[in-house]
C-alpha cells in the first residue's frame, strides 16, 4: 500500500478534484507540520509525556497523553510509515482531550529514535522502506504486549475497562495482530487506510484478529478498494461468521492517507467522519 508513486497519484489526483489545495500542500511539506485538527468539544486537560517503553528489544520512545484528571481506558495507537510526529502527537492529544489515555508509539525504534521521516508526510516512501521492513509478525506482537502491559500500569489508565488500539496505513495490520497478542485486554480495534488487513497464509492478520472477541472499525479509502475489491468482502465474511462486530466501509472520494493532518491527501471532512465513528466505537467497546 504504501509507495511513492501511490501517494503522489494520489496528490495529483486529489487536487485536480479540489479535495486538496496547493496551498495545502505546500503548508504541508516541513518537517512533520501537520493542518490543526478540529477541537474537541467539552475538551478535558490532559497531561502530555514523552515516556519510554521496555520491550524485549529495547526502549521504545513513545508519547503518553491522558486526562490530568482521574482514569480513563486506554488506547494504543500505531502510525502509518511515516512513524512518530507531530500529526500523531495531534491525534493522541485529540483522543486524550476525548477522554483517554494514549500511547502513541515508534514503532520503529530499533532502528531510528522518532521522527524517523523527517519531512513528516511529505517525506519519499522509498526512504521508508527499510525501516518498514524490519517489522513482522513477531515484532507485531511482542511490542503489542509490552505496550499494553505498560498501560495497564499507569495510574491514569482504568484497568476495568478494555483497552482500545488503532492503527493507521501499516498500523492497521499491526491493530489486528495487537488484539490476537493480547485477546482477553483488548476491546475495540480500528483500522484507517490498513494495508495488508488480508492475506492468503495463516497468519493472515484478518485471520488472527477473527480469534479475538474485539469490536471492529475498518475504514477503507476509495482507491483502496479499487485496487483489492475483494478485501472488504473477505473482512466482511470473516467477521461475521466469528460473530464479530465490525463496521467495515469503503470511504467515497478518500485516498490512501487521507486521515493524518499531514498526509499529502488528507481530506477533513471524511476524516471527521472516520473520527465520529472511532469514537462510537471506543464509547460502546471500552465503556
Not at 493542518?35 to 468539544?41: E, F, I, K, R, S
Not at 474485539?214 to 483502496?224: G, H, K, M, S, V
Request: charge should be neutral; proline fraction near 6%.
Amino acid at each position: 500500500m504504501c509507495d511513492q508513486d501511490h501517494f503522489e497519484e494520489d496528490r495529483l489526483e486529489y487536487e485536480a478534484r479540489g479535495l486538496v489545495t496547493r496551498k495545502q500542500f505546500g503548508a504541508m511539506l516541513g518537517a512533520g507540520v501537520a493542518m490543526a485538527l478540529p477541537q474537541v468539544a467539552n475538551a478535558a486537560a490532559v497531561t502530555e509525556s514523552d515516556v519510554n517503553v521496555m520491550t524485549p528489544d529495547g526502549a521504545a520512545d513513545c508519547y503518553f497523553v491522558h486526562p490530568s484528571s482521574g482514569t480513563a481506558a486506554g488506547v494504543l495507537m500505531w502510525p502509518d510509515i511515516f512513524g512518530l510526529r507531530p500529526a500523531f502527537r495531534q491525534i493522541g492529544k485529540r483522543l486524550a482531550e476525548a477522554g483517554y489515555a494514549v500511547l502513541v508509539v515508534n514503532p520503529f525504534y530499533r532502528t531510528k529514535k522518532a521522527p524517523t521521516a523527517e519531512a513528516g508526510g511529505a517525506t519519499p516512501i522509498q526512504e521508508l522502506m527499510p525501516m518498514a521492513r524490519t517489522l513482522s509478525e513477531t515484532t507485531h506482537m511482542a511490542d503489542a504486549k509490552a505496550f499494553i502491559a505498560w498501560l495497564d500500569a499507569q495510574k491514569s489508565v482504568d484497568k476495568s475497562r478494555k483497552i482500545g488500539t488503532q492503527g493507521y496505513c501499516m498500523g492497521g495490520p499491526i491493530a489486528f495482530r495487537t488484539a490476537a497478542a493480547v485477546p482477553g485486554r483488548v476491546g475495540a480495534v480500528a483500522s484507517f487506510h490498513g494495508g495488508g488487513l488480508v492475506n492468503d497464509t495463516p497468519a493472515s492478520p484478518h485471520l488472527q484478529a477473527a480469534k479475538t472477541k474485539a469490536q471492529f472499525l475498518i475504514a477503507i479509502a476509495e482507491n483502496d478498494d479499487k485496487r483489492l475489491p475483494n478485501d472488504k468482502v473477505v473482512l466482511k465474511e470473516t467477521f461475521e461468521k466469528a460473530g464479530l462486530p465490525a463496521e467495515i466501509e469503503v470511504y467515497a472520494g478518500a485516498a490512501h492517507g487521507w486521515c493524518p493532518p499531514d498526509s499529502r491527501v488528507y481530506n477533513e471532512p471524511l476524516a471527521e467522519k472516520a473520527w465520529s465513528r472511532l469514537l462510537a466505537l471506543y464509547g460502546k467497546a471500552l465503556a
